[in-house]
């Protein structure tokens, strides 16, 4: 993603402005230690390109920047739930407009914190109160933290991921390590299965690995990217190769090609049985990307 490229609104620091992509608003971070974007709507980060790499999160050419839609690439934030297990897909936090909260920088990189908070919007599809901040920390590595407090004077229940699409330089020749030995299959009606310790990609993959290491490694022919996570209980893998990438109308035919998600997950199959929440507490999910 060309960052010089986008028409500037407001200039918040040296380091920090807003821009305007299509009909979102980004926030634009230009650093000696690395460059980023991070679209206020979702609360999804765009882009990270540490200084003398390519990015390394992949976006696709056909994503749609608009506010009614969920953004295809880059890490969107699932929550207050992962998955299909309520509606809509994912949670909501996604495709709602996040504030930014505070900037701050120094020499070792950028930190911007987001917030996103209960509504008569989120109220009418989840009727909880809640205080989710977003902690993007940009500089020799990429560090995205999802906070989101119990406000409510009730416990609630959520999972959730942050959904990393991971730029790489061809999926034919890329391997994945740390995933653990056990996933549920999301192509085989959620089969319980045993993997190798080593995963390559030569056809669609959806997969939640249910005893991942927190590192989890994406070797390419040139370099490895490494996700590191905490407060998850899974790993989900997902490419959707080509059958997938020609059914999707903002992802390119030969996206799949030049990506794989690698998600910190807390995974549940119900509401009922996510991560209980109590009032004046917290859900955290962390996941930290570098080369």
């Excluded at 009909?23 to 690395?34: G, L, N, P, T």
């Excluded at 229940?157 to 990393?164: E, M, R, V």
Aim: aromatic share 6%; hydrophobic share 40%.
């Amino acid at each position: 993603m060309n960052l010089t490229q986008l028409p500037i609104i407001s200039v918040l620091s040296d380091n920090v402005t807003v821009a305007q992509l299509d009909d979102v608003k980004v926030i634009r971070v230009i650093h000696d230690k690395a460059n980023a974007a991070i679209s206020l709507h979702g609360g999804h980060v765009l882009s990270f390109t540490p200084k003398g790499q390519d990015d390394l999160i992949w976006m696709s050419k056909e994503a749609i920047f608009n506010p009614e839609k969920a953004i295809r690439g880059g890490v969107p934030v699932c929550w207050p739930w992962f998955g299909r297990i309520a509606d809509p897909a994912h949670g909501f936090a996604r495709n709602n407009e996040w504030t930014l909260i505070e900037h701050r920088e120094n020499d070792n990189g950028v930190i911007v914190v987001l917030g996103l908070e209960a509504s008569e919007t989120t109220k009418a599809i989840w009727p909880f109160e809640f205080e989710a901040r977003l902690t993007v920390e940009i500089g020799d590595e990429l560090r995205i933290t999802l906070d989101a407090k119990n406000t409510d004077n009730k416990a609630w229940n959520c999972s959730g991921a942050l959904h990393t699409y991971l730029n790489v330089a061809d999926i034919a020749s890329t391997t994945i390590t740390g995933m653990g030995p056990t996933y549920i299959d999301g192509l085989q009606n959620a089969k319980l299965c045993t993997g190798e310790d080593t995963l390559s990609i030569s056809a669609a993959v959806d997969r939640v690995y249910t005893q991942p290491e927190n590192t989890v490694s994406v070797s390419d022919s040139q370099r490895t990217l490494t996700v590191t996570n905490s407060g998850h209980n899974a790993a989900v893998i997902w490419n959707p190769w080509i059958e997938g990438a020609e059914s999707m109308a903002d992802m390119n035919n030969d996206g799949y090609k030049t990506m794989v998600c690698v998600e910190s997950t807390y995974h549940a199959t119900s509401l009922e049985e996510a991560q209980t929440v109590e009032p004046g507490t917290a859900f955290t999910l962390t996941t930290t990307i570098k080369a």
